[in-house]
C-alpha cells in the first residue's frame, strides 16, 4: 500500500520536554503566538494564507516558503484544540511537498512544574518512506529510525532556543 508513488507509509513518533524557569501563562502566550498566529513561520520567511474552513473550528492556514521563486515547502496547518486551562494546544499539518505525503499531528503545552514550566510536544507523523527497492521490516525499521533520530534532533534544538530566548529575556 502507498501514499503516493512508490511510497510505504509509516508512523515515526517523537516526545520532546524542557524545563524552562519562566511562568507557564508566558510559555502558553508564546506557544499561541508560534502557532495560532503563525508568528514563528512568519519569523522563518513562510507566506500565511488564512483559510476558512468551517470544519477547523479553531482556525487554520496555508503556509509556504519560496526559494529562488520556487516553492520547496507548502503545508496546510488546522488548530484542533486550544485549551486555555490545560495550557495545551494542538494541530494538524499536511506536507503537500513532501514526496510521499506526511501528516503531523502535534500537541504543544506548557505545564507548571515547581517554579518553572515544562514545555512538551508530543508529535504523530505519517509519512510515506521510498519502496521503489525491496523493503523488509528491517530496512523499514532502520528508515524510521533515522527519520526518529532527525526529528528528536530538531525537536530537542527547538526547545533549546525557546528556553533560551525566554529565560534570557525574563
Not at 524557569?21 to 510559555?27: I, L
Not at 521510498?130 to 526518529?148: E, M
Request: charged share 25%; aromatic share 8%; net charge negative.
Amino acid at each position: 500500500m502507498s501514499m503516493t508513488g512508490l511510497y510505504l507509509p509509516v508512523t515515526i513518533v517523537n516526545h520532546a520536554a524542557i524545563d524552562i524557569a519562566v511562568p507557564p501563562d508566558r510559555v502558553w502566550r508564546l506557544i499561541l503566538e508560534h502557532f495560532v498566529d503563525a508568528q514563528r513561520w512568519r519569523e522563518l520567511g513562510y507566506c500565511i494564507e488564512p483559510l476558512d474552513d468551517p470544519a477547523a473550528v479553531f482556525g487554520s492556514y496555508r503556509m509556504w516558503l519560496e526559494q529562488d521563486d520556487k516553492v520547496v515547502d507548502n503545508r496546510v496547518c488546522h488548530i484542533t484544540e486550544i485549551d486555555d486551562s490545560a495550557r495545551r494546544l494542538s494541530l494538524f499539518a499536511d506536507y503537500l511537498s513532501q514526496p510521499g505525503g506526511a501528516q503531523v499531528y502535534v500537541t504543544y503545552q506548557a505545564q507548571e512544574i515547581a517554579g518553572a514550566t515544562r514545555y512538551t510536544m508530543d508529535c504523530h507523523t505519517r509519512a510515506g518512506i521510498d519502496a521503489s527497492a525491496k523493503l523488509d521490516k528491517a530496512s523499514v525499521a532502520t528508515a524510521i529510525a533515522a527519520i526518529k533520530s532527525h526529528s528528536d534532533t530538531h525537536l530537542a534544538g527547538f526547545l533549546a532556543r525557546i528556553k533560551t530566548r525566554l529565560e534570557g529575556t525574563e
